[in-house]
């Protein structure tokens, strides 16, 4: 049976929702422990009739590793 790589996507995707979840659930414990980087402030673009707001930050925890590994275990058994 051929594995559909939509389903490992989305099971990773669900890993890193449910393991920040669970690291902010903590926030003292060393599952909340990671690493914060992208767009400080947002980047804007004002051109008169439409102004466009870019922004992206991205939070790397313990508890979203661990989610995405507890994801890609699931796969690899269906």
Do not use: E, H
């Amino acid at each position: 049976m051929r594995k559909n790589n939509w389903s490992c996507f989305l099971l990773i995707l669900a890993g890193i929702v449910i393991g920040g979840f669970i690291g902010s659930l903590f926030p003292n414990s060393w599952l909340n422990y990671g690493q914060s980087f992208g767009l400080s402030s947002p980047l804007v673009l004002d051109l008169g009739i439409l102004c466009i707001t870019f922004g992206l930050s991205i939070k790397i925890t313990i508890a979203g590793i661990l989610g995405v590994a507890l994801g890609i275990i699931i796969y690899r058994f269906i």
